[in-house]
């Protein structure tokens, strides 16, 4: 079938495995055309040299472009340190470019209101394309957000803190946006069972078994949360969530509030997650990623 949503994914692949695991769900994910990856946060060229290799090993070929480094807010970037620990001869992979902010910029711009933006990292890149072309916020057709938490008395979530001046930029663009929080993503989680049927699937599956027990390491833990799975299906399978009433997102600044989120209902272009078929949107992830795998296997 021809695809219904034509996507850029804007991702900081590479530290938590959520990222590598909403990119193959988006590969299993045959009413997506992906347009292209923009990478962000910290070594970006490295993000995406990650990202081609998985859509190698995926058989899927797609352009990527390393993003913005740096943060707007200038807060320093934070560092796993286990970033493509687990891939061998990553140079061999050349980017399609080093500016993925003009990559966005030309892709959504050429054709308005057809291209959906799906940002799982902290949202510098997005930022930046806001305050580099105006007319870049009124040609997305929707922004796909994981991050924040709306929750009462939440900390701040990692990709708002991380770019707390980029998430008001973005936020205050008008952009039709669709936010997934961490009190919504945090209702499912990835353990044992899950990860014996990705990992039987195919290459992929057994690649993402390793970057998932090597986050399980990372935290101690044996589950993790696929918070940005979770943002992609927010696209493809709505039917599986509740969402609020249109509305706007302020963001908290300065101090131990630094990138807090707070939504208010009423005048506003977003809306967030406020519900979801816990069960639907577990298993929709795995199968997804199952798919991708199995048809890497063929």
Known sequence: M?????VILDTDIGTDVDDLMALALIFGSPEIELLGVT???GDTALRGRMTK?????????IPVHAGESETLSGR??????????????????????DDAVDHLIETVCAEPGTVDVIAIGPLTNIAAAIEREPRFAGAVRHLWVMGGSFAVEEDSEHNFRSDATAAEIVFAAGIPTTVAGLEITRLITMGSDALVRMSASGELGRVIDAEI??????WGTEWNVPHDPVTVLTLTQPELFAFSPRGRIEILRGGEIEGVSRFHPGEGETRIVT?????????AIVVGIVGAAIDTAV
């Open 2 to 6: 021809s695809a219904l949503h034509h």
């Open 39 to 41: 990478t962000v946060y």
């Open 53 to 61: 290799r998985i859509a190698e090993i995926a058989g899927v070929t």
């Open 76 to 97: 320093e970037i934070w560092w796993a340190g286990h970033e493509a620990r687990l891939y061998e001869d990553l140079d061999r992979h050349l980017l399609d470019g």
């Open 213 to 218: 027990r090597q986050w399980w390491e990372f």
């Open 275 to 283: 519900g979801l078929d816990a069960e639907a949107v577990a298993e």
